[in-house]
Structures are given as structure tokens and as C-alpha cells.
């Protein structure tokens, strides 16, 4: 694969280019970091220059980008999670082994392998989304599916897509001649019927019990086992499935002989399980069990900017073939409406819209629902001050100055629209009121001056 490496002032030893060349990398040298693609950022100072040169380079995180210290003392561990902090995928000392190339060359391809299954049709078209908090979940989900045969525990509020990212933990599953997922909703489980639901039971183990039967346990063995809601396991129940989950061993009700069962596990629930645990209504040792790797989807609240791609892609499934545009209007609604149900609830809102919306031409204000609408033209400013007003309130009470919070707010703004313009400089700038020239030079500024002060 093809990367961009960067130096600030100079190119890094001749022995380091050639190094990376043996492992298998294909590089070149840039001047200032570029905006999209993996790459890598040598540095042998840390200050507020790099820090920001992470941020841009990485698009806070999106893009793959290795600090790789070339300092004479060791990169203290502070230095190292703010680095990671500005957006870095990884961060160490060139020296800090004996092949630091290969291990270069070893991570860009797990991430280039991940990447291309979180841009695949396969994910694109189940769970949309580009903000960076939804790519985030996707490719931690994506990586132990993939490539791990872990279990994992998928928390976020209701609405959030727990069940898809369940239904693509199994089909990500790398495994051979896999069966089926098995989904047992933890709400549903009678406690009186709980040991046959998950056991299953033997013939003759209770009064009604004519036949033999087999429970989740066995019905997932060579598969998923997919257990919704479980936060809501009553504690006796969690004590019971502590062997099952652990030694993928079980015994049926009325039976004496142990069955062994191999599967992977997905546990999900809306509940805060570390709180659960100090209240006593969640035990400990089952969630160690079931929490081998935790992936926590956002609410929609924290990635506004997926709203119109999902709005389009229930747009399409709703209208297929011919499926119409958001004027500017419904655009706007969409996106300064609250959505307490989460992605769950922005389906059943555009599902609405689209049921109202007749003929040609595009969804119009007049498609939204009487009682959906805004209350009043001014309802969304305030909301949006409100947001502005915590924002500035917060950044006043940290200690930022006047200067400090405007310089602050001005660079927030154009790195959120030179990302969601997916660094089109002409687009970005003019969605900011500057010219191309104008947002060049202030980009120049401050990498020149390092600590983003034009």
C-alpha cells in the first residue's frame, strides 16, 4: 500500500526510507501532511505544532496516521495519549525495538483490511453513516469479528442499531462452515421457564415436558448466540450462566450429562452495566465473562452529521428506483429535531414524511406531519444558541480567554466543514463566507506559527 510520510523541518535518516521500503511500503514524502489517505508523522519535538498538524492530517482520527518519535530520551506516556489524543492511530520511538518497519508495515495492513470491510456494499448498505463516531464503532466491531474469536458486548440507548451490528458480527465472522445466529431476547425469559429456554430440558423433567428439547445453548452451537437486552437477566439467572458462558459447557434440566457446545457470544444491552454492578443488580463475574471486548454505539446526538445520509438511505428503501430529494427546508428540520428514540425514531419520522410525500419533485416542508412540525420559526435558534451558549460556557469556565475561544471556534468550524466537504477547499470555503485565498492563508498561518494562532 501506498503511504505519505512527513517531517517537520527535514527528512528523517536515509537507513529509516529504506527501511520502510523492505517492509513493503510504498511512500512518499510531503511537504505538509495531506488531508485524506494513512501516512505517517516523524517528529523529534512534541509541541502545540504537532499537535495540530495530527489533528488536520488525521481528520481528527479518520485517516491512519503512526507518530513515530525519532527523540534521544524516551516519549513519556503523557505526551503519548495527548498524541493519541489529537488523533494518531499509534505513537512510539523508532528505536523502541529492533524492527520498527515491520511493525509499521503490520499495522497499515490490518487497518487497510478493516477499512475495506467498513467501505464495503456489505456494511454501506445495513449500517449508514460517516461521522467519525459511527466509523469509530465500526471498525472496533469489524476488528474483533474479523479477526479476533472473541466475545463481544455492544452497549448504546435504544434505537442506536445494537441488532444490525449483531446481524454483522456474525456475518463478519471468519469462521468455516459457521450455522445461524440464535437470538434470545433477555425480556422475554420467564424465570420459572429460564432453564429450559437456555438448557433446554429432558423428557419427563417437568409436568408438560413430553418430549425432549433443546435450548439456545444447543441451538447456537456452531454459530451465534445473541442475547438482547441483557442487562435485564435477573442475578440468579446470571449465576447460572456463568459455566455456560465460560467453559461453553451445560447440562439440561433433568439431565445428568454434560453437553458441550462451542459459540461466539453477543451480549447487548441500553443499561450503564459498571453502575449496575455497583448497585448490586449486576454481577461482576458475568460481566467479565461476557465483556471480552465492549463496542459502544453513539447516539445520534453525537453524529448529527449522519442524519441526511441516513434520511437518504431510508429514503431509498422506501422508494426505490426513484427515490426523491430533501428540499432545503425538511434538510434543516432534519437536522435541528431532536431524536429521542435515536435512529430507530429518524426511521419512523422519514417513514412518515415519505408516506405524506406525493408526485414528482422533491420532499417538501408541507410532506412533514402537522404535529411534527416546529412550533415556531425561532425554536431552532434557540436550540442552536443554547448549544452554542454551553459550548462557550464551558470553554470560559476551563479558562480560555475571549481571543482563545474565538481562535478556537474559528478552527472547529472550518476543520468540521473542510471534513464533511471531504477537503474540498473551494466548497469548504465558501460554506465559511471566504474565498479559496483567504482559507488557504489561514491554514498557512498557523501551521507556520505551530501553536494555531493566524
Known sequence: MEIWHWFPGRQPEAAILAALTQAGLRHYACESPPLHGPGIVFFDEINDRLFNLLREASCRGVERVIAIGLLPARIKSAAIWSLLGAGASDVFAWDHSSNAAHEVAARFERWEKVDEIVRSPLVKANLAGQSWAWIRALRQLVEVAHFTASSVLLTGESGTGKELFAQLFHTLDSRKNKRDVVVCDCTTIVPELSGSEFFGHERGAFTGAVSARDGAFALADGGTLFLDEVGELPLNLQAELLRVVQ?????????????????RLVCATNRNLNEEQIHGRFRCDFYYRIASWTCHLPPLCERREDIPVLAKHFINQLCPGSPPDLDDAVHEYLLTRDYIGNVRDLKQLVTRIVQHHVGPGPITAGDIPPNERPRGSNESN?????????????????????????RSAGELAERIVIEEEQGNLQRAAARLGLTDRALQMRRAARRQNGNGKP
Open 247 to 263: 467453559e461453553r459447557s451445560y447440562k439440561r434440566v433433568g439431565g445428568n450429562s454434560w453437553h458441550k457446545t462451542n459459540f
Open 382 to 406: 434557540d436550540r442552536r444558541e443554547q448549544s452554542l451558549e454551553l459550548a462557550v460556557r464551558s470553554a470560559v469556565a476551563s479558562g480560555l480567554s475571549l481571543r482563545d475561544v474565538e
